[in-house]
T-cell receptor, first 113, second 112 residues
């Protein structure tokens, strides 16, 4: 049972344009959401997060939007740069005490020059 | 700064062999966890620890053991390796009050 889904395995975007990565979840008890970025042969690195009490969080070129009624979040990258080419994982927190994370399958983003 | 260090980076095992994947962090983080990454599956939690002497199971614990005798180290033991355990394994740590975790570089394990 995949509680966090990233339905697009890959995405290709022109340099300078906007990249939009999507994530859907099924568990309404998730209260905190994160995006991680992963380069080949490296571990994931934290990118940006959002609490369920907010609908938007911005950090430089990265903005995460949360639509709780639709159980959907998205990551916007503007403008996209070649260094943004990586696999992006969406994650959701379940169980605030132990703070377990449930990850999506990942989306491979390729930024074309 | 070393952060989270995993060893080895690569390992090939024969079915039935046992081994330990090492994980060490130098940030004095209370929480540590092990994930496995498989194609199309994302990262799945194997075991986690909220402090020295305390461990618990994640989503996919079968075939793995952990212990946490010190704050710094959180080894993952494969008791009898199976081809289904072929995967990339990531160790992560974080401070108690944060949700954002720091990940190691991963161990690519192949069981033949």
């Amino acid at each position: 049972d995949q509680q966090v889904k990233q339905n697009s395995p890959s995405l290709s975007v022109q340099e300078g344009r906007i990249s939009i990565l999507n994530c859907d979840y099924t568990n309404s008890m998730f209260d905190y959401f994160l995006w991680y970025k992963k380069y080949p042969a490296e571990g994931p690195t934290f990118l940006i997060s959002i609490s369920s009490i907010k609908d938007k969080n911005e950090d430089g070129r990265f903005t995460v939007f949360l639509n709780k009624s639709a159980k959907h979040l998205s990551l916007h990258i503007v403008p996209s740069q070649p260094g943004d080419s990586a696999v992006y994982f969406c994650a959701a927190r379940r169980d605030q005490g132990a703070q377990k994370l449930v990850f999506g399958q990942g989306t491979r983003l390729t930024i074309n020059p | 700064n070393a952060g989270v260090t995993q060893t080895p980076k690569f390992q090939v095992l024969k079915t039935g062999q046992s081994m330990t994947l090492q994980c060490a962090q130098d940030m004095n983080h209370e929480y540590m966890s092990w994930y496995r990454q498989d194609p199309g599956m994302g990262l799945r939690l194997i075991h986690y620890s909220v402090g020295a002497g305390i461990t618990d199971q994640g989503e996919v614990p079968n075939g793995y053991n952990v212990s946490r005798s010190t704050t710094e180290d959180f080894p993952l033991r494969l008791l009898s390796a199976a081809p289904s355990q072929t995967s990339v394994y990531f160790c992560a740590s974080r401070p108690q009050k944060n949700t954002e975790a720091f990940f190691g570089q991963g161990t690519r394990l192949t069981v033949v």
